[in-house]
């Protein structure tokens, strides 16, 4: 029978999951796919709608219960990391309203501020919120990720919370970054930044299996990355292909084949953070002894 698998549309998951996707992988069973974004699947998971599914790691405590963490596939590096936008003062200017930019918040301060966000329990934010802790904004808005630019251009909200692409394109949208989050997560902690996870849910999929299969498809995707041009693209919601090929160098790298210890290092100091300061609920990590594999260390977290 068919697995269901529930990726994002952004180049690193389509690139990643290409091979997979068209039955490339040997023994893999066939997949049926659905398109979300991570907001969309992580409300999914909580109900047990995919069998393969990619997540934000801020969400990891509502799901492990139901799920095993794979140790590959998912979103975790340096230089990567969300970032937080406002609107420049040339984006004033061509709005016209450089003299109501005195009346908003003071763009190196938020407290005040409307910030839009592209899900509650998305990495980003919960990074947000730890970075935001001593001086919040005064009001969060879920917004779906692709109109949080345009609309921070407009003047809608005060600040908005971005991801992926948005790295590479906010410039155009007249917009500046306030702070860059996985520089300050990497600054303080010394650790890669983890962003999204690739789960099986327990009893319809073999985890260690699941990560052979994975494994797979990224290999064949670094081996040969024109076979997955077409479908990385069509898929990329009008990016640009050198914009593409710079979102997959960037979030596809040698944590998307194995998590290893800086891996599992920086979701442990992530969530244990969280629940610390109150923010999610407490997250128990692996509790095994002695020399694990990565495969092993993934699936002790729900145990």
């Not at 061509?94 to 329990?121: C, E, F, H, N």
């Not at 040698?254 to 100091?269: K, P, Q």
Request: proline content about 7%; some cysteine.
């Amino acid at each position: 029978m068919a697995l269901s698998l529930a990726i994002s549309p952004c180049p690193n998951d389509t690139f990643v999951f290409h091979a997979l996707v068209h039955g490339r992988v040997p023994e893999a069973p066939p997949v049926e796919v659905t398109y979300a974004d991570v907001d969309v699947t992580n409300t999914a998971a909580e109900r047990g709608a995919f069998d393969l599914v990619k997540v934000s790691y801020a969400a990891l405590p509502w799901l492990l219960d139901d799920y095993h963490l794979l140790p590959c596939g998912g979103a975790l590096g340096r230089g990567c990391g969300p970032l937080v936008l406002t609107r420049s003062a040339a984006g004033d200017e061509a709005a016209g309203d450089g003299a109501a930019g005195a009346d908003r918040p003071d763009r190196a301060d938020l407290t005040g501020a409307t910030v839009a966000v592209p899900g509650d329990r998305t990495t980003a934010y919960l990074l947000f919120r730890l970075w935001s802790a001593e001086r919040p904004p005064a009001r969060i808005e879920v917004v779906p990720f692709h109109e949080i630019m345009p609309a921070v251009a407009a003047g809608k909200y005060d600040a908005g919370l971005v991801i992926h692409e948005a790295r590479f394109t906010y410039h155009r949208h007249g917009l500046t970054a306030l702070v860059d989050l996985g520089e300050w997560w990497e600054g303080d902690t010394g650790l890669p930044i983890p962003l999204g996870a690739i789960l099986a849910r327990k009893g319809a999929v073999d985890p260690v299996a699941a990560a052979g299969w994975i494994r797979e498809s990224v290999r064949q995707a670094w081996a040969d990355p024109a076979a997955s041009r077409d479908y990385v693209l069509s898929h990329a919601q009008e990016m640009e292909p050198d914009v593409v090929d710079r979102h997959i160098g960037l979030y596809v790298n040698e944590f998307t084949a194995d998590l290893g210890d800086a891996g599992f290092a920086a979701v442990e100091a992530l969530l244990g953070r969280a629940a610390d300061a109150g923010l999610i609920p407490q997250t128990s990590g692996p509790q095994t002894s002695g020399p694990q594999t990565s495969s092993s260390r993934a699936t002790a977290w729900t145990s």
